[in-house]
């Protein structure tokens, strides 16, 4: 009862919100009306789609996910608009709820002969996944670049044939407006034309270039790639030595454990928390002690992303390691405790026995 009176009271204050003058308070306040189901909230918002600015349109779609038939109706009535950008808007919001006439005005954007609005336009969706195979396809022949490499990228990403291709042909007229990862994600699918091309990348001058095919071959078990990352893991830069041993990770046998050790030591963050990922995935016998061990290093970005790395983990030293410091992690105060109490909760969920005692790895067996 109390519940219900308390409701009543936040949509009678909504309600004289909606029917004031301040645009955004005004914005917000129908949008809670809407949200609460009182139908009262379909004519306020008929009424503030007829004056809404462009800005006010993009914030109402943040507000709300509301798609009775009316309210889109409504906003597909702001199409019409003789304002560029209140189009743009509109067709956004109607393509969020899936809305066949949103996503008909956006490729008619796209289609458009106007760059700019190109642009704009698909700079400012979230995602091209709203629109079907068939619809990117068409939007292949836009002459502007930037914009047709997002549809490239797409189109590749999901396998159609006819994306590839035409990420193939773009690539080579403007090479800089493709992203190489492309190539990667082809080569993982075996394409004969994307390998080919990351074996001649292992010969380029520029040694950010081989990496990046020396990675993406080494990551589908292509010899010459995998060859290339033991060169690499000699690079008198730690970063080029970790994304080596990251690409040698699980495809070959030679030992990395004493090299993750050496980029333990290193001062640069990215390359020492990089280095206890890739400490996490090695098979040698040895790793998981050096693992274990992190728990007590002084460096507390450090010990959380090893604590991370094991609460699922079930090796006696493991579960050794962070039986002794798990208390430690649910009291910690300092900047990292968040994660940390949530590594000891999920450690305690898998090994907390009814007598709340620790379970060893055997008992669990």
Known sequence: MLIDRRRVEAISVALRFAAGKGRHLKIAAVGLVLKSADPRGIPLLLDLLKSLDPASLAQFGRLTTETHPIVMDAVAEQLKSEDLAIQLNAAQLLASWEDRRGIEALLRFADSSDVMSARILWGSVNGLDIFEDEALIRLLGISDELVRSGIVWELAK?????????????????????????????????????????????????????????????????????????????SDDQRTQLTAMEGLVGVNSAPLLDRVVALLASPNVGVHLGAVAVLSKLKEPAAVGVLASLLDDPRPSVRRTAAELMFSRDEPEIVKAMTEHVLEFLQDRSDISDSLGISAYQFLKRHLTPTGEIRSSAQSD
Request: no cysteine; net charge positive; aromatic share 6%.
């Open 158 to 234: 999901r396998g159609i044939a006819e994306g590839i291709e035409a990420f193939f042909g773009s690539r080579d007229r403007n090479p800089g407006s493709y992203d190489d990862h492309i190539l990667g994600m082809l080569a993982k699918r075996k394409n004969p034309k994307a390998l080919g091309i990351l074996k001649e990348q292992l010969t380029s001058p520029d040694p950010e270039i081989r990496l990046r095919a020396a990675s993406a071959l080494g990551r589908v078990g292509v010899q010459s790639g995998i060859d290339a990352l033991v060169r690499f893991l000699d």
